[in-house]
């Protein structure tokens, strides 16, 4: 069975350009997460996708938004890069919304630097 | 809201020695806690998970957690380590009904010298 995957693996921009990352869940899951990993600060939560519709964000600002298709891939975008978002961004997916077992899926991330 | 400390940001140990890696949470209702793994370059790929019952929780590769709720904390253990046990250590917390995310801590670094 596929685990998820994101494209692409890296992605290197300037600022003030826009940046586009792509995710396919697991098969079957229907939740997608989003997570900056940024050097030194840990995972941080950005979005939540369920059924197709944003059910929560983490504190980051417009500029970072997304979306989930009905085959339940998911996009983020980011707009008028700033050199901080330099990060690798982590998608995982759940079998569930409502993480009733708790367990996150996670792909092998994808390394965006802006210069 | 929940929250995960992780108190030490690099932890390097000997091959074969024991090793214990910390971490506490923060929350007012009763929760899940998972200790996630990342090695060089790769995506977190899940250790163990507590959501209910025995505190002592065996996981993957030699490693077990104990929850300990009287002290809020969920810390990772090894009796003895390998070379191939570099990677940073993620703990996470998310609240056990009605869950939106999961929360990590900063993460542990384990360094393993020969």
């Known amino acids: 069975e596929a685990g998820v995957t994101q494209s692409p693996t890296h992605l290197i921009k300037t600022r003030g350009q826009q940046a586009t990352l792509r995710c396919s869940p697991i098969?079957?899951?229907?939740?997608v997460y989003w997570y900056q990993q940024a050097l030194g600060l840990g995972l941080q939560f950005l979005l939540w996708?369920?059924?197709?519709?944003?059910?929560n964000r983490g504190n980051f600002p417009p500029r970072f938004s997304g979306r989930q298709f009905p085959n339940y891939s998911s996009e983020l975008n980011v707009n008028a890069l700033e050199l901080e978002d330099s990060a690798l961004y982590l998608c995982?997916?759940?079998?569930?919304?409502?993480?009733?077992?708790?367990?996150?899926?996670f792909g092998e991330g994808s390394r965006l630097t802006v210069l | 809201a929940q929250s995960v400390t992780q108190l030490d940001s690099q932890v390097p140990v000997f091959e074969e020695a024991p090793v214990e890696l910390r971490c506490n949470y923060s929350?007012?209702?009763?929760?899940?806690l998972f200790w996630y793994v990342q090695y060089p370059n790769q995506g977190l790929q899940l250790l163990l998970k507590?959501?209910?019952?025995?505190?002592l929780v065996k996981g993957i590769n030699g490693f077990e957690a104990e929850f300990n709720k009287s002290q809020t904390s969920f810390h990772l253990r090894k009796p003895s380590v390998h070379i191939s046990d570099t990677a940073e250590y993620f703990c996470?917390?998310?609240?056990?009904?009605?869950?939106?995310?999961?929360?990590f801590g900063q993460g542990t670094r384990l360094t393993i010298n020969p």
């Open positions: 995982a997916s759940s079998l569930d919304g409502a993480l009733n077992t708790g367990e996150l899926f």
């Open positions: 098969s079957g899951h229907t939740s």
């Open positions: 996708y369920d059924e197709g519709e944003e059910r």
């Open positions: 929350s007012s209702v009763s929760v899940y």
């Open positions: 507590y959501l209910s019952g025995s505190t």
């Open positions: 996470a917390v998310t609240r056990s009904w009605g869950a939106q995310k999961l929360v």
